[in-house]
Structures are given as C-alpha cells and as structure tokens.
C-alpha cells in the first residue's frame, strides 16, 4: 500500500519544540517533492514548507522563516519538519504530501488547491498553548 504517514505531533508551550516525521510507505521517497501543511479550525489548508526531490532546494511560508527547518533522509524514505520557538499561531493539523512532478514552491503556494498530489497524509495535531 503506497502512503504517507506524519508523526511527532502534541502539545507544547510557547517557545517549544516539536520534530514531525512523514514516512514514505511503498514508494522511494527520493524521487519526490514532499511539503508540510497546515490547517487550523475554520481556516484553509496552507503551506508551511517543502522540500524538492533533486537538489533539495526549499520553500518556507514566512512566517516560519528561522524557525522551521525541512529536511529529508532518503536512505530513512523520511522527510522531517524540525519546528523551534513554537507560537500559538502555529496551532493546527500538519499534513504531509508528496509529489512526483511538482516543485516546491508550486507544492507550497497551492497548498490545499494543488491538483493531483500523489499522496496526502491523514495528519497529526500541533497544539501550543500556555
């Protein structure tokens, strides 16, 4: 069965951290662009980060700039969003989503409008409160 699948998530105080892992399953991770997203209650699904599949270059939404880092480990089929001085703002289900064709801006800006992702996770709740 070919999915992805997000773990890591919880609940932390502001300034916190959390490190969330997606897991290709059934398919090579190396050949595809994967993103980060989030959706909070009422409000659409936008991109936090991704992470393309050659050279590995990166798009962060700026409000996570300095604070966020993607990356992946092919040999591990994981990309990983390691999230520093965590803010309530940041609040939300964390989705990961991987695709063959697209780069990572296009992943990133479309976020929840992006046609034809090839794998969406089923997502895993970020909370920050005091």
């Known amino acids: 069965q070919l999915h992805v699948v997000e773990s890591g998530g919880g609940s932390v105080q502001p300034g916190g951290s959390l490190r969330l892992s997606c897991e290709a399953s059934?398919?090579?991770?190396?050949?595809?662009?994967f993103g980060w997203f989030r959706q909070a209650p009422g409000k659409e699904r936008e991109g936090v980060s991704c992470i393309s599949s050659g050279d590995s270059s990166t798009y962060y939404r700026d409000s996570v700039k300095g604070r966020f880092t993607i990356s992946r480990d092919n040999a591990k089929n994981t990309v990983y969003l390691q999230m520093n001085s965590l803010e309530p703002e940041d609040t939300g289900t964390y989705f990961c989503?991987?695709?063959?064709?697209?780069?990572?801006?296009?992943?990133?800006?479309?976020?929840?409008?992006?046609?034809?992702?090839?794998?969406w996770g089923e997502g895993t709740q970020v909370t920050v409160v005091s």
């Open positions: 989503a991987a695709d063959r064709d697209g780069g990572p801006y296009t992943m990133c800006l479309a976020a929840g409008d992006y046609v034809g992702m090839d794998y």
């Open positions: 059934g398919f090579t991770a190396s050949g595809y662009t």
